[in-house]
């Protein structure tokens, strides 16, 4: 059974920095892409980033620049480094093995003003 979980968000002021962790278990982790998705307050479920077998990464515009998503497959972890965070950034973060269109339970970023 695939499980992701994820951990180490929280309540940030705008400019300052966190750091998530997906923990994967239940499969080969290093056989497949990993993304990051928020899904902001009214808005949809998007793609942030994302990180290939060969740790090839793709952003999207908003946060090109500023995260940056790295994988241990040693550890079975997949991480998301944000930077210089924005107001825009709140949001569930939401980890995504795509391979088995597998989810975790995401977690909360809040970046105040």
């Known amino acids: 059974q695939v499980q992701l979980v994820e951990s180490g968000g929280g309540l940030v002021q705008a400019g300052g920095s966190l750091r998530l962790s997906c923990a994967v278990s239940g499969i080969s982790f290093s056989i497949s892409s990993v993304a990051w998705h928020r899904q902001s307050p009214g808005k949809t479920r998007d793609l942030v980033a994302r990180?290939?077998?060969?740790?090839?990464?793709t952003y999207a515009d908003s946060v090109n620049g500023r995260f940056t998503i790295s994988r241990d497959n040693a550890k079975n972890t997949a991480y998301l480094q944000l930077d210089n965070l924005e107001r825009e950034d709140t949001g569930v973060y939401y980890c995504h093995y795509p391979r088995f269109n597998t989810w975790g339970q995401g977690t909360q970023v809040t970046v105040s003003s």
């Open positions: 990180i290939d077998m060969h740790n090839r990464t």
